[in-house]
């Protein structure tokens, strides 16, 4: 296969979380074509992951094909190819497709393919495939990693944070409770609360990443809420304690929680710690973890989204060999 072909054909299926459907269907097609058995995972509104195998794997090597908005196309520009999850998660699809294939030419067969949809907002398709855990005692996940193994990542924790107030006429505004300046207030009160701190992580962090309210500019708005997202270093309990100080005006709802892990490595492959989340915890059915790809994530979820294809290429070989090192039993 022509791994650069196989990744802009994916990416320029528009697969937004909540819309994988039509590339699943074409990852299906590719990966029966190529001779695997591959399996639909259910998992809401007619998506669905993909399990594909050859014998009863040891090593699944994994990723996911949801993308963050908006869609773009791909396109190739000197050594770089650029599009909507060219970097994060399509390009490393690709390689890894293109890897056991490699291994499946030296006569190896006890390799699998898990890809996955939802992994950009909420998991729901890695909660879905840890309910069917194929006996693999390693998985080799795909994120961008610089072609660096993960030493560790960070959590996760999702929160909504809803204000209730009383709508009025804004001509006549002490008739009303207004639920933005609640939301407002309560946000600028986080700025200066004390986050958890970890030696080996550091101190959480958190992004307001979506604020939504009121009904019209002449209307004192009755609702408000906001999401908040922790990069988180341990438990998120003292977080949520924190969130319920900000007072009765502001309800905090958790949405999502994934840990923070560390993760197994090998001798003489670079490795570094990346402050981002995935879908690793959410698949310890699958076995031992490793999480390796080709890319930075600082590109990835940008309007410059790309990879190279120098880097991509060259990740083939990198999945080939951490494969190999699993079957071996290292």
């Given at each position: 296969?022509?791994?650069?072909?196989?990744?802009?054909?994916?990416?320029?299926?528009?697969?937004?979380?909540?819309?994988?459907?039509?590339?699943?269907?074409?990852?299906?097609?590719?990966?029966?074509?190529?001779?695997?058995?591959?399996?639909?995972?259910?998992?809401?509104?007619?998506?669905?992951?993909?399990?594909?195998?050859?014998?009863?794997?040891?090593?699944?090597?994994?990723?996911?094909?949801?993308?963050?908005?908006?869609?773009?196309?791909?396109?190739?520009?000197a050594d770089r190819l650029y599009g909507r999850g060219s970097c994060d998660a399509?390009?490393?699809?690709?390689?890894?497709?293109?890897?056991?294939?490699?291994?499946?030419?030296?006569?190896?067969?006890?390799?699998?393919?898990?890809?996955?949809?939802?992994?950009?907002?909420?998991?729901?398709?890695?909660?879905?495939?840890?309910?069917?855990?194929?006996?693999?005692?390693?998985?080799?996940?795909?994120?961008?990693?610089?072609?660096?193994?993960?030493?560790?990542?960070?959590?996760?924790?999702?929160?909504?944070?809803?204000?209730?107030?009383?709508?009025?006429?804004?001509?006549?505004?002490?008739?009303?409770?207004?639920?933005?300046?609640?939301?407002?207030?309560?946000?600028?009160?986080?700025?200066?609360?004390?986050?958890?701190?970890?030696?080996?992580?550091?101190?959480?962090?958190?992004?307001?990443g979506l604020i939504e309210g009121g009904v019209a500019p002449n209307v004192i708005?009755?609702?408000?809420?906001?999401?908040?997202?922790?990069?988180?270093?341990?438990?998120?309990?003292?977080?949520?304690?924190?969130?319920?100080?900000?007072?009765?005006?502001?309800?905090?709802?958790?949405?999502?929680?994934?840990?923070?892990?560390?993760?197994?490595?090998?001798?003489?492959?670079?490795?570094?710690?990346?402050?981002?989340?995935?879908?690793?915890?959410?698949?310890?059915?699958?076995?031992?973890?490793?999480?390796?790809?080709?890319?930075?994530?600082?590109?990835?979820?940008?309007?410059?989204?790309?990879?190279?294809?120098?880097?991509?290429?060259?990740?083939?070989?990198?999945?080939?060999?951490?494969?190999?090192?699993?079957?071996?039993?290292?």
């Amino acid at each position: 296969m022509n791994p650069i072909a196989f990744a802009r054909a994916l990416i320029d299926i528009d697969s937004t979380t909540g819309r994988e459907t039509a590339a699943g269907e074409w990852l299906r097609g590719e990966l029966r074509r190529l001779g695997y058995t591959v399996t639909e995972q259910p998992v809401a509104d007619g998506r669905f992951n993909l399990y594909a195998r050859l014998d009863d794997p040891v090593v699944v090597l994994s990723t996911h094909f949801d993308c963050v908005p908006p869609f773009f196309p791909s396109r190739i520009e000197a050594d770089r190819l650029y599009g909507r999850g060219s970097c994060d998660a399509k390009g490393i699809l690709a390689a890894q497709v293109a890897a056991a294939e490699r291994l499946r030419e030296r006569g190896e067969r006890r390799l699998g393919l898990l890809f996955v949809v939802g992994e950009e907002r909420g998991s729901d398709g890695a909660i879905a495939a840890n309910a069917q855990p194929p006996g693999s005692r390693f998985l080799i996940n795909g994120e961008p990693t610089d072609s660096k193994l993960a030493t560790s990542t960070r959590g996760v924790l999702r929160v909504r944070l809803e204000a209730r107030g009383r709508a009025a006429h804004s001509a006549a505004p002490e008739h009303g409770d207004s639920a933005i300046d609640k939301l407002i207030d309560a946000l600028v009160k986080m700025r200066g609360m004390t986050w958890p701190s970890d030696p080996y992580f550091g101190s959480t962090f958190y992004t307001i990443g979506l604020i939504e309210g009121g009904v019209a500019p002449n209307v004192i708005p009755a609702h408000a809420s906001a999401e908040v997202l922790f990069r988180t270093v341990g438990a998120p309990e003292p977080i949520l304690e924190s969130l319920r100080a900000l007072g009765p005006a502001i309800a905090a709802r958790e949405v999502l929680r994934v840990p923070a892990v560390r993760l197994r490595t090998v001798d003489g492959i670079p490795s570094a710690a990346f402050p981002f989340t995935t879908d690793v915890p959410l698949l310890d059915r699958w076995g031992t973890p490793l999480l390796f790809g080709p890319g930075s994530f600082l590109l990835a979820h940008t309007a410059d989204e790309h990879i190279t294809i120098s880097e991509l290429t060259a990740a083939i070989d990198g999945y080939c060999n951490l494969a190999t090192e699993c079957l071996r039993g290292g």
